[in-house]
């Protein structure tokens, strides 16, 4: 009886704590966010991020982590309501594998993703995709505001960026693979419930969101 009762404690303890890591990494999205957008010339371009139909914000990924079949990071993301004013709830994501550009051994790596259009934001419904294969991809530029109006910028479903040792910079993503985080979603929305449920709009968000929420409405709100 004993050891049956360690065991249950053990569950439960378990279970608290997965519960507060997805709170504790959506706060981390949210201040990764608000200090990028803060940071004078280095920051994501605003005219982009205002036609961005989504955001991805993957914090403290561990690049000393990255070796072959190693790289892995989670956070979220958030689309634009129904007529372009606001965002959904966030969806729990992962990124796995692929080539980052570059790699700094033992430093936290920040990632940011924006959906440019509507095929990438229906890349974001599926279950899985592949930045350069399923998606296309660019390195996105850095400023303000960019008239960098390349090739790949303007066919590429989505622009990446990553922040380290404070080095802001677009980064190649090329081969990662995006996939939902089911357990994530649960534990936030307290229920089973679909990437594709919560970024189509109409579930609301969760308290733990809203700071995530407030920082791209500062930002971005299409007001």
């Excluded at 949210?30 to 982009?48: G, N, S, Y």
């Excluded at 350069?132 to 960026?161: K, N």
């Excluded at 380290?164 to 089911?182: V, Y």
Aim: proline share 4%.
């Amino acid at each position: 009886m004993t050891w049956k009762i360690l065991a249950l404690f053990s569950a439960g303890a378990m279970l608290v704590c997965a519960e507060s890591d997805a709170a504790k990494r959506l706060d981390a999205a949210a201040q990764a966010f608000r200090e990028v957008m803060d940071t004078p010339d280095k920051t994501i371009p605003q005219d982009l991020l205002n036609k961005a139909h989504c955001v991805v914000v993957i914090p403290g990924l561990k690049t000393g982590a990255f070796i072959v079949g190693g790289k892995y990071g989670k956070g979220f993301v958030a689309c634009r309501k129904a007529g372009g004013v606001g965002w959904t709830g966030p969806a729990a994501v992962r990124v796995e594998g692929g080539s980052f550009g570059f790699q700094i051994g033992g430093t936290e790596t920040d990632l940011f993703m924006l959906v440019m259009n509507d095929g990438g934001m229906k890349r974001l419904l599926t279950s899985k995709f592949t930045l350069g294969g399923d998606a296309s991809a660019a390195a996105g530029p850095v400023g303000r505001e960019t008239q960098a109006q390349t090739d790949a910028m303007m066919t590429a479903e989505i622009l990446t960026w990553s922040r380290a040792k404070g080095l802001f910079a677009g980064i190649s993503l090329q081969g990662a693979t995006l996939r939902t985080d089911e357990d994530w979603d649960k534990e936030l929305y307290g229920r089973p419930i679909t990437n594709r449920e919560i970024l189509r709009g109409g579930i609301a968000a969760p308290p733990a969101a809203a700071r995530f929420e407030a920082e791209l409405n500062k930002y971005s709100s299409r007001k």
